[in-house]
């Protein structure tokens, strides 16, 4: 009966949505060399019967990846909707390297088709043509699913548009504040929400399939990690040990956990716990914190923060007995919360200096390059796009927590304002 | 179609929530620093203890009215990324360790928190580290280790909202929060 009613609670709540957590996209700092694109306004005989506008969509999709340069819709000259009526050299005039047209049909009751194509204006060559139907709902997804093959077809990487991120909102106020686990579309759009609470939830973490979330809950007033399926809503509890039960972090396998415990007096080190059998085993054993651990690609090591050295500073060790951990940040006092880009060819953490805390980034293959990527003074928990091309964080604006993205390469910085809410630790779904 | 599978889902929801036992729907509001912590049912706690004893009902009116104090009995602030305690706290830790030293039913349990700059998880570290220190303090004037439990709470239950050092002043603190 228990587990029943959990499931039902927590089922309730999903559809108890959150229609607030809206992002407003400001590019606060963009790429010298951007891809010039225009996305055309699609032909729509039914405008009112959509009321959808896919090409704004597309259009906002490119423009946030900071990747594309769009046009606006008052310089187009014309509105082209198929590749028989574009004036190449017009377009090419106006500097536009892609062109995407195409039309949005209502063939029948809450039945709708998408065509488009995508141009190249200098070859006049088409690269992608293609239908898609969608009901009304669908129509959000199949826009982003264009975004996304446009994105791919011009940079030769898979686009993220399609992808979700979690996060946790904080509403009202001290001492009377309520704690959110949302997941929301990639663009913010979309929010729902997993679970909420009277007491502190933190360190959302997705399963590498997308289909769960493991988080921290204070809600009896204790930390416990909680995993929570998010198509039934039913959760189960994972680590409620006495002391800390902190950061968990999925293996790329999905059948481990890496997590963080204390001792009775205090000590917390890195555990990984099989998830099958429950059993732990203990991969740091030092004095000092060792937390917020998070796997090589492989699955055979972690990365994680340490202040045994003193200020905290990020090192890797492997998970087999005996493997001796290796410190990778020299530069600066505080170095802490590792996160792996896709390929590992990077790694993305909090660093302090001056600026306050901001992300920098740490090149992995070559001489260890760290770069710092963001302005602070308060910025924390990086988190890679599934495709490693942007890193979304946590920042603070006039006192308000926010979500921000910066891209991989530093050069693109966009802040995603909410209408309400504190937004903390925004966690990228997996593709 | 969608919609009604939806309504009924809904409906079959409420319905089976009016049957659940309370505690899994409703997390009493904070009161800040008044309320006594619940008993745990988490599998492998060693720190609570759910079991009642014939002294249980005095320890629990003796918790009550020692959360009842003022603010200023019950919380030590610390310095910036420091876990000592301040001379200035000493007869906090001398009255509680009074308190559990002379009801040995009662427990107490120590909030760590931070402030809000620095990572999440490394600050309930950094909480956990100032909870400790006043465990060990209180050990030290005799109390006994099952009386006392810790949680560290990081940064994500500040006392006063603000991104300025005076708010920060007021985060970083240990809440001694007594329970039967």
Redesign the interface.
């Known amino acids: 009966m228990n587990k029943l009613c959990s499931v039902a609670f927590f089922a309730l709540l999903m559809w108890g949505a959150a229609a607030r957590a809206q992002f407003v996209v400001e590019v606060t700092r963009g790429q010298t060399q951007p891809i010039p694109i225009a996305v055309v306004p699609f032909a729509s005989a039914e405008v009112s019967a959509a009321s959808f506008d896919v090409a704004q969509m597309i259009n906002d999709d490119l423009a946030r990846s900071g990747r594309f340069r769009t046009m606006d819709v008052k310089d187009m000259i014309d509105q082209p909707h198929t590749g028989a009526n574009i004036s190449f050299d017009d377009w090419r005039r106006l500097n536009n390297d892609y062109m995407v047209v195409g039309s949005l049909q209502n063939t029948a009751a809450d039945r709708y088709s998408i065509t488009y194509e995508l141009y190249n204006v200098l070859t006049r060559q088409r690269l992608l043509g293609f239908q898609i139907n969608a009901n009304r709902p669908g129509l959000r997804v199949a826009s982003h699913q264009i975004a996304d093959a446009v994105f791919e077809k011009i940079l030769g990487m898979r686009g993220a548009f399609s992808t979700r991120i979690a996060y946790i909102s904080a509403r009202g106020h001290v001492p009377n504040r309520t704690y959110e686990l949302v997941v929301a579309d990639a663009d913010g759009e979309n929010p729902r929400v997993v679970t909420q609470s009277k007491e502190p939830l933190m360190s959302p973490a997705w399963s590498p399939d997308g289909a769960e979330l493991a988080y921290v809950s204070f809600e009896d007033r204790l930390s416990t990690i909680y995993v929570q399926n998010l198509k039934s809503g039913e959760r189960r509890r994972l680590s409620a040990h006495a002391g800390v039960n902190q950061a968990p972090a999925w293996s790329p396998d999905g059948k481990k956990m890496a997590l963080t415990l204390s001792t009775r007096d205090g000590n917390l080190d890195v555990y990984v716990m099989d998830l099958e059998t429950q059993a732990l085993t203990r991969i740091t054993d030092d004095p000092g914190i060792d937390t917020e651990p998070q796997w090589a690609k492989d699955g055979l090591s972690l990365y994680f923060t340490s202040d045994r050295a003193g200020g905290p500073q990020i090192y890797k060790v492997g998970i087999r007995p005996g493997d001796k951990p290796r410190r990778l940040t020299f530069q600066g006092s505080y170095n802490a919360r590792p996160r792996i880009s896709p390929d590992e060819s990077q790694m993305a953490f909090v660093t302090q200096d001056e600026g306050g805390y901001r992300i920098a980034t740490m090149d992995l293959r070559g001489r260890g390059d760290v770069q710092v990527v963001t302005k602070g003074p308060f910025d924390v928990s990086p988190s890679y796009a599934p495709n490693g091309a942007v890193v979304i964080y946590a920042s603070r604006d006039h006192g308000r927590g926010v979500l921000a993205l910066v891209s991989a390469d530093g050069h693109v910085q966009q802040r995603l304002v909410a209408s309400e809410g504190e937004l903390q630790e925004p966690a990228w779904a997996p593709f | 179609m969608k919609r009604t599978i ?1 309504i009924v ?2 409906l ?3 319905i ?2 009016a ?3 309370k505690k ?2 409703v ?6 620093g008044t ?1 006594v ?2 008993s ?9 203890s759910t079991s009642t004893n014939p002294l249980g009902g005095d320890a629990a009116n003796a918790a009550r009215s020692l959360n009842a104090a003022p603010l200023s009995k019950k919380i030590i602030y610390f310095d910036f990324d420091k876990s000592e305690i301040k001379q200035e706290y000493a007869d906090i830790i001398t009255t509680a360790a009074r308190n559990l030293t002379g009801n040995p039913n009662l427990k107490l ?1 120590l ?1 760590g928190n931070t402030d ?7 600050n ?3 909480g ?2 100032r ?2 220190a006043v ?1 060990r303090a209180l050990l030290l004037q005799g109390v006994s ?1 099952s009386q006392l ?6 940064a ?8 300025d050092e005076s708010a920060w002043s007021q985060n970083r603190r240990v809440e001694l929060v007594y329970g039967p």
Do not use: W
């Not at chain 2, 745990?40 to 609570?48: D, V």
């Not at chain 2, 809000?116 to 490394?122: A, F, H, I, L, V």
């Not at chain 2, 439990?149 to 990081?154: A, C, D, E, N, V």
């Open positions: 939806s889902l809904l079959a929801g409420t089976m929530l049957g659940c036992p899994h729907n997390n009493e509001p904070p009161v800040a309320q912590p619940e745990s049912s988490a599998s492998g706690n060693e720190g609570a349990k909030e809000n700059r620095g990572t999440r998880e490394y309930i570290g950094l956990e580290r909870a400790q465990r280790e439990s810790t949680t560290s709470f990081g994500e239950r500040p006392a006063v909202e603000g991104d």
